[in-house]
C-alpha cells in the first residue's frame, strides 16, 4: 500500500515538473487549461439552453397531439418550413407549406408557448414546430460532440507536455486551427 502512495505521488511530481519545465511549458499548460475551461462552459450554456427549447417544443407539440407518423414530416426547403406524407422530392410526396419565410433570417427568441383550445391555428403552429424540434434536438447533440471535442483537446495537450512530443504539439495546433477556421464559417 505505501509503495502504490509513493508511485502516485511520484507521478504527480513527474506531470508537474513536466508542466513547469520552462515558462513555455507553463504557459502552454495554462493557455490550454483556460480554454478548454471557457468553451467547455460556453458550450455547457449553450447545450442547456438548446435543451430548455427542445422541451419547451416537446411540451407544446406533446399537447397538439402531433407526432410525424400520423401527420408526416416537417423539414426546411428554401427557407419554407413544410410538411410531406411521403420522402421529400419524390413523386407524390404530397408536401405543404406551413411556415413561408417572410425575410432571409428567422430567429426563434423568447418562446412561451401556451395550448389554447380554441386555437383554429393551433395545430399548423403544433406541425411547424416540430421542425424546430428536431433543429434543436440536433443541436443539443453537435454541442455534446462539441464539448467532447474540448476535452479531447485539452488531454491532447497535457499529452504533449507529459510525452515532450513534437507530433502531439503540431497535432493539437492543426485540431486548434481547425476549429477555429470552421467556428468561422
Known sequence: ???QKTNWVSRVKL??????????????????????????ALQ??????NTEGSHV?????????????TVGMSFLQDGNVMLCHNIPGEPGA???????TLHSHMH????????????????????????LGDVLDDARREDLVILTYQIWLFTLSVMTLLNESLPH????????????CLGWL
Open 44 to 49: 455547457s450554456a449553450t447545450y442547456f439552453n
Open 15 to 40: 506531470i508537474y515538473a513536466r508542466i513547469t519545465l520552462t515558462r513555455f511549458t507553463s504557459l502552454y499548460f495554462l493557455l490550454a487549461l483556460f480554454s478548454c475551461i471557457t468553451l467547455s
Open 57 to 69: 417544443v416537446a411540451d407544446f407539440v406533446g399537447q397538439a397531439n402531433i407526432n410525424t407518423t
Open 169 to 180: 504539439l503540431f497535432a493539437g495546433f492543426a485540431a486548434r486551427l481547425l476549429a477555429t
Open 94 to 100: 404530397n408536401c405543404t407549406t406551413l411556415v413561408k
Open 1 to 3: 500500500m505505501h509503495n
Open 108 to 131: 426563434v427568441r423568447d418562446l412561451a408557448l401556451t395550448l389554447d383550445e380554441r386555437d383554429p391555428n393551433l395545430e399548423q403552429c403544433a406541425l411547424s414546430l416540430m421542425w
